[in-house]
């Protein structure tokens, strides 16, 4: 650094001082502005939610800063957050806390309930076999060969009752709905309001009146059974045979990469659709990656940062209004002529990448077959060794681990999946394929082609909260051309529904004697 700008703080007498002196202050403030950024970066922020259109795109967060170095360097990184929480941020956690807990509470208000109407159900019919022999058992005429075979036919629809109502309805809970389901719902209150008839009926006219008739209340319990295995098969019919049949196709997009999936759905409500599209989101879309959707904005900043306008004259010039005017019509102006320029640099840049992970592809598969060749010599040598020497899967992946980690660390920094695969989960694969054998193309398929969601860690999918934002309501059921959308924290799924059409098939017949033919051939050849 010359004199003239060492001094240029304590000068003020010459222009060329003045001009260092502005230069040093802005490059100062622009220090301060990035060093600023680099300590918020790492610091944890909560900010309200800001309001948001129906299809509007869902804000996608930074790239997340993680270690590279996979051991090398264990550097810990601390800074100081400047944002403060407001009531208002105390309030919406508040709130979703405590909705949070009314979720949990009403799905175990549900499940209590539900035990509750089958204990009901499943012992009425056993009250009213038990409860005559109790109240007046020397009334009863004696119970004959007919009315004995009864019992067996109730304990044997009992117990195909009970096993039918465990496996369709106490299933493990796959997630939380928003709504209540109606047809369950409904089913509930119809097979209540059923049990509740019974019991009246069995009041007023046995237990009033102390009916001797023991056979004919065997009947009547037999009766209830019968009807409950009916009530059964309609919910089998409503429940899943329903919903079977396609009737629609949904369209899936990503707001993010615009990533595209078409699926078939039956009749099922807005919220078991979005259900069973969040369920195959996390089987078929590879996952979602923040890193590369940052080379188009640092492209579009790229090319405003060259764009600078300075204001010699200072903000407090009467004419700073009309001037501020004119340098943005100039600034539009020399982006709508770069603009001209950008395919190229698009290119190139395109091109540029696509040779870099090519030629990190290329290293990194030498890199692996070469230490799966060195298992396999350790695998022939085992028989030779001591018994003490014999490596396990996992002490072999950690000693071939270092000659392929370089290759396989460029090459997941080339392709932005650095975020995705830790050391520990990359030596637990290569444990695993060493176990069962398997090839080095089979290794790296994991790295090389993108995988869907649940094929990554539990920290990219688990306990994962999505919010169904629809205008009809979520309990109705899906109709051509509703639209709704499945919104995370990353990103959201846009949801469009067409209805199958129609299909009109008609058949024609063709007479098969009408393809008959016949082949006349010349006694006669040519010579």
């Known amino acids: 650094m010359d004199t003239e700008s060492t001094y240029s703080g304590y000068s003020h007498h010459s222009g060329r001082s003045r001009g260092s002196h502005r230069h040093g202050e802005r490059s100062r403030d622009r220090h301060k502005s990035r060093s600023k950024d680099s300590r918020s970066e790492k610091s944890v922020t909560i900010n309200s939610p800001p309001a948001e259109?129906?299809?509007?795109?869902?804000?996608?967060?930074?790239?997340?800063?993680?270690?590279?170095?996979?051991?090398?360097?264990?550097?810990?990184v601390t800074g100081t957050s400047e944002h403060s929480l407001s009531q208002e941020d105390i309030v919406?956690?508040?709130?979703?806390?405590?909705?949070?807990?009314?979720?949990?509470?009403?799905?175990?208000?549900?499940?209590?309930?539900?035990?509750?109407?089958?204990?009901?159900?499943?012992?009425?019919?056993?009250a009213f076999l038990v409860l005559p022999h109790i109240l007046w058992p020397e009334k009863l005429k004696s119970c004959g060969t007919?009315?004995?075979?009864?019992?067996?036919?109730?304990?044997?629809?009992?117990?195909?009752?009970?096993?039918?109502?465990?496996?369709?309805?106490?299933?493990?809970?796959?997630?939380?709905?928003?709504?209540?389901?109606?047809?369950?719902?409904?089913?509930?209150?119809?097979?209540?309001?059923?049990?509740?008839?019974?019991?009246?009926f069995y009041s007023v006219r046995i237990l009033d009146s102390q009916d001797d008739n023991y056979q004919g209340i065997v009947q009547y319990a037999v009766s209830l059974v019968d009807a409950l295995l009916f009530i059964h098969y309609l919910a089998v019919v409503l429940l899943e045979l329903r919903q079977l049949q396609p009737c629609f196709s949904v369209c899936v997009t990503r707001s993010t990469d615009g990533e595209t999936r078409h699926y078939n759905l039956g009749q099922l409500s807005i919220q078991r659709a979005a259900l069973a599209i969040i369920e195959h989101y996390y089987c078929d879309f590879p996952i979602h990656n923040p890193a590369l959707l940052s080379?188009?904005?640092?492209?579009?900043?790229?090319?405003?940062?060259?764009?600078?306008?300075?204001?010699?004259?200072?903000?407090g010039n009467p004419a700073a209004a009309g001037i501020?005017?004119?340098?943005?019509?100039?600034?539009?102006a020399?982006?709508?002529?770069?603009?001209?320029?950008?395919?190229?640099?698009?290119?190139y840049e395109e091109a540029e990448h696509e040779r870099r992970v090519r030629k990190r592809r290329a290293r990194?598969?030498?890199?692996?077959?070469?230490?799966?060749?060195?298992?396999?010599?350790?695998?022939?040598?085992?028989?030779?060794?001591?018994?003490?020497?014999?490596?396990?899967?996992?002490?072999?992946?950690?000693?071939?681990?270092?000659?392929?980690?370089?290759?396989?660390?460029?090459?997941?920094?080339?392709?932005?999946?650095?975020?995705?695969?830790?050391?520990?989960?990359?030596?637990?694969?290569?444990?695993?394929?060493?176990?069962?054998?398997?090839?080095?193309?089979?290794?790296?398929?994991?790295?090389?082609?993108?995988?869907?969601?649940?094929?990554?860690?539990?920290?990219?999918?688990?306990?994962?909260?999505?919010t169904l934002i629809s205008e009809a309501s979520?309990?109705?059921?899906?109709?051509?051309?509703?639209?709704?959308?499945?919104?995370?924290?990353?990103f959201s799924l846009v949801v469009t529904t067409k209805k199958i059409p129609y299909i009109q098939m008609s058949e024609e017949y063709i007479d098969p004697k009408s393809h008959k033919f016949v082949l006349r051939l010349q006694s006669e050849t040519s010579v």
């Open 53 to 76: 259109p129906l299809l509007g795109d869902s804000s996608v967060r930074g790239e997340q800063v993680q270690d590279d170095n996979w051991g090398e360097t264990t550097t810990a």
């Open 474 to 490: 979520v309990t109705s059921g899906l109709k051509d051309g509703s639209v709704f959308v499945l919104k995370c924290v990353d």
């Open 92 to 126: 919406r956690i508040t709130k979703d806390l405590e909705d949070s807990v009314g979720l949990d509470c009403r799905r175990y208000v549900t499940r209590t309930i539900a035990v509750i109407l089958g204990l009901l159900v499943f012992f009425t019919p056993l």
């Open 295 to 315: 080379a188009s904005k640092s492209r579009a900043a790229k090319h405003l940062a060259g764009l600078k306008v300075y204001n010699v004259d200072g903000p």
């Open 364 to 466: 990194l598969v030498v890199a692996v077959e070469e230490a799966f060749t060195h298992i396999k010599r350790m695998q022939e040598e085992e028989p030779k060794k001591a018994p003490g020497d014999v490596m396990d899967p996992r002490e072999a992946a950690q000693a071939i681990f270092p000659s392929m980690a370089r290759a396989l660390q460029k090459y997941l920094r080339t392709t932005k999946q650095q975020h995705c695969h830790s050391m520990e989960s990359i030596q637990q694969h290569l444990a695993f394929c060493i176990t069962n054998n398997m090839t080095p193309k089979a290794f790296l398929e994991s790295y090389l082609t993108p995988g869907p969601t649940l094929q990554y860690g539990k920290d990219h999918w688990l306990g994962r909260r999505w």
């Open 146 to 200: 007919a009315c004995e075979g009864l019992f067996i036919s109730v304990a044997f629809k009992l117990l195909i009752l009970l096993l039918a109502v465990w496996a369709l309805f106490f299933r493990p809970a796959r997630a939380g709905l928003p709504r209540v389901f109606v047809f369950r719902i409904l089913l509930a209150v119809l097979v209540f309001l059923f049990v509740v008839s019974y019991w009246l």
């Open 334 to 347: 020399a982006a709508a002529r770069r603009r001209d320029t950008s395919h190229n640099e698009l290119y």
């Open 324 to 332: 501020a005017q004119s340098q943005s019509r100039a600034m539009i």
